[in-house]
């Protein structure tokens, strides 16, 4: 198993170069003074593709020899890996096919299939997406796209905190961890940096995980609306980076993960998915004292549908 090095992201970031873009950190005076630190928020949402996922993805399908490539990819996701690997796969002009849970937002469904990617969905509670990826494999050959266990994967996610660290020196950093390829990325890159990795209440596998020393499961089922950070547990090799890197783990509830969507869209001004605005809730209604900190929260996707964002915007 190889894990990654910050000589790695730094490489990644070479290599996406006109594929993915540098999203911009947005500082607002409201936030600043409800946290009581300076926040800079990484606006991941405003990636190509709409989520960080995009970094990733184009690394690792960059890096494939260019005949291997020729042959297509194949992913599984719950749709922001869809999306990248789709938009990554039209870029080069290659073959890409996404396994998607039947139960996938609508826009996540609907934009993959408009990417030319044949999508295959699955029930998420009964089937076993890694089963149908490897079936696929056998059928159509080409080369899997991991959604965060893969070395190429978490540099390319690095990115995102590489970017970070060029502009500010951040304290703390709040991001997201599913399973794992995120968080491990940007630990990576900002190595002075307390990481706080931040879970949906009900799948708060990797705060078990750390306190356990090894990796746990989430029991099947959705228990969250943060469907992009549903997965069964975290991969093998965001483990190692996590064991030694974050510093403690956050849990959000799906009420705090709206307020922040809401926060985002009258005060910074950007439209977040559940998922992308856990880290915002975590450092809003987290806990964690971050007074006169200078601080980086991760806004890592903006797929939402038109039902989900209405809802978010009447929470109190």
């Not at 096919?97 to 029930?123: F, H, N």
């Not at 706080?196 to 089922?221: F, K, M, Y």
Request: aromatic share 4%.
């Amino acid at each position: 198993m190889y894990v990654p090095t910050i000589e790695d992201v730094k490489a990644a970031a070479e290599r996406i170069k006109g594929i993915a873009v540098r999203t911009p950190l947005v500082r607002n005076d409201v936030l600043d003074a409800k946290l009581g630190a300076k926040a800079f928020v990484k606006a991941e949402c405003l990636q190509r593709g709409g989520a960080f996922k995009m970094r990733g993805a184009a690394n690792a399908i960059s890096a494939l020899a260019p005949d291997v490539r020729a042959k297509g990819v194949i992913a599984f996701s719950s749709g922001n890996h869809a999306i990248a690997v789709s938009t990554a796969a039209r870029h080069f002009g290659i073959a890409a096919t996404i396994v998607m849970p039947a139960d996938a937002p609508k826009i996540k469904l609907e934009t993959t299939r408009s990417l030319g990617a044949d999508v295959v969905t699955y029930d998420r509670v009964g089937e076993s997406r890694e089963e149908i990826g490897a079936r696929l494999l056998r059928e159509k050959g080409g080369s899997l796209i991991k959604p965060f266990d893969d070395p190429f994967v978490i540099a390319g996610q690095g990115t995102a905190g590489l970017e970070i660290g060029e502009e500010i020196s951040p304290d703390i950093v709040f991001v997201q961890a599913s399973g794992g390829g995120l968080a491990s990325g940007v630990a990576l890159a900002l190595p002075n940096a307390r990481v706080i990795a931040v879970e949906p209440e009900g799948h708060d596998d990797i705060a078990r995980t750390l306190a356990a020393g090894s990796i746990q499961q989430n029991p099947p089922g959705i228990r969250s609306i943060c469907d992009g950070l549903l997965t069964e547990r975290m991969g093998e090799i965001p483990f190692e980076i996590a064991r030694q890197r974050f510093e403690r783990v956050v849990v959000v509830s799906n009420d705090a993960a709206r307020r922040a969507m809401k926060f985002a869209f009258f005060n910074l001004k950007i439209v977040l998915e559940p998922s992308g605005a856990a880290a915002l809730a975590a450092a809003l209604e987290g806990g964690v004292d971050i007074a006169g900190k200078t601080v980086s929260i991760i806004a890592s996707g903006g797929n939402v549908d038109a039902e989900t964002f209405t809802t978010a915007l009447a929470v109190q």
